[in-house]
C-alpha cells in the first residue's frame, strides 16, 4: 500500500516539475551528506591514508597505500598490463621464435622485471591489506603477512623465484637439440608464469576500478569480456604448444599435422614442391584456428592430429575445452538470470499496482502518469529502491 501510495504522488507530482526539481535537489544534497559523513565515519574507523595523496610518498615506501586508494587500484592494473605481455610472449617466442639471436624486444621484458621487483617491494612493506573487518596497515604485519601467510612462505617465495634470471644460462651454455637460443630462452621464461599468483589481486582492482569509472553499469560486460579473453588467451597456449610439437617433429625428420602429407595447402606451414615456408602469422594464425576450434569443441576437422604425440595434446586440449566451454555456459547463465531476477521483481510490483488502481478505479490520465513514473524509475535505477539502499548506511 505505502509503495502505490509513493507511485500516486509522484505521479501528481509530475504535473508541478518545477517544485519537484527543487525538492529532489534537496533530497539529494541531503543525502549526499550522509553519504559522505557515513564515508568519513568509516575511514576514520579503519585509521586515516594521510600519505595516500602522496604518489611519491607511497612509491618510496614512506606512505602505506589502502586496498581501495586509487595508487592500488591504477598499480595493480599496470603490473595486469605487464604480467599480460608476458602471458603472450613466453609462448608465442618459444613456438615460433626459431633464430640464434636474441632480438632486441628483450629489452622490454627485462624493464617488467625491474617493475616486478619494484612491485614486490611495495607489497613487502606499502601495500595495506584486509582481514576480517579491518584494514591493516602496520608495516611490520604488512611485511610478515608477504613473507609468511598465504601460501608456502606467502607468496614471496613465488616473486623471487620468477625474478631469478635463470633464463640468462643459454648466453654462456651451448645446447643441442632442435630448438634454437631463443626458443630456449623463452622456455627458461617460463617462471614468470610464478606471478600469475597475484593474478585475483590484480582482477580485483581492475573491477574496482572499473566500477569506479562506469558507476557499476556494464558489471556484465565486464564478465563477458573476462571470459572471451580467457578463451583467447588458452587458445594462444595450446596454438602455440601445438605448433611447437610440429616444430620439433619436424626437426627430427618425422611426419607431422603441418607438412606435405596433408591433403590441405592451409596446412603445409613447412613449404612444399618449391614453396617457400610460410610466414610467422601464418603459422601463428593456423595454429590459434586449430586451438580455438578445438577448445569451443567445433572441430571442423580440417586441421588434427597425425602422430601420437599430438593425438595425445589433442586429447588433453580437448578435455580443457569441456571444462572451459562449461564455465563460460554457468556464467553466462548467471549473467541472463541476474538480469531476468531484477526484472521480474519490478514487473510484479507494477503488475500489483496497476491491478490496484484497477480496482479503485483511478482516472486514465493518473495511470498514464504512473505508467510513466515506474517506466522512468525502471531506466533510472534499474529496480534499486532508493529507501532500501539508504538503509544499508550507517545512521551517522
Known sequence: MHKIAE?????????APLKVAELRTTRRNSIMAEVVAASKSFVGAQGSNKGGKSFFSTLTGATVSFPESAFQLYWNVFMM????????????????????????????????DLVWLFDSKLRCTSFAFVEGDKVVSDKKKIRERYFEGGWYKGKSLYDILSLLPIE???LSVTFGGSLSVTQIFAAFRMTKIMRLCWLGEHIRCIDVLFGNLTNNT???????????????????WLGCFFFLIAFIENKAGE???ADCSSGIKANHLWGCDGDKMMSTYDTYMRSVYWATTALTTAG?????????AEQG???FVLVIGTLLFATVIANLEEIV??????????QMKVDEVKAYMKMRHVSVGVVEDIGRYYDTLWLKQRGAGESDVLSYLPDR
Not at 227 to 235: D, K, V, Y
Open 337 to 346: 538470470a541476474q538480469v531476468d531476477a531484477t526484472s521480474t521483481l519490478f
Open 81 to 112: 598490463t605487464i604480467l599480460s605481455y608476458n602471458l603472450f610472449m613466453i609462448p608465442f617466442r618459444l613456438a615460433f621464435y626459431t633464430s640464434n639471436t636474441l632480438g632486441t624486444d628483450i629489452v622490454l621484458d627485462y624493464v617488467g
Open 168 to 170: 640468462l644460462c643459454v
Open 218 to 236: 556494464y558489471k556484465n560486460e565486464l564478465k563477458v569480456s573476462k571470459l572471451l579473453l580467457t578463451i583467447l588467451l588458452s587458445g594462444h
Open 313 to 315: 595434446f589433442s586429447i
Open 7 to 15: 507511485g500516486i504522488v509522484a505521479a501528481e507530482e509530475l504535473r
Open 255 to 257: 611426419s607431422n599435422w
Open 300 to 308: 571442423y576437422g580440417d586441421v588434427s592430429a597425425t602422430t601420437q
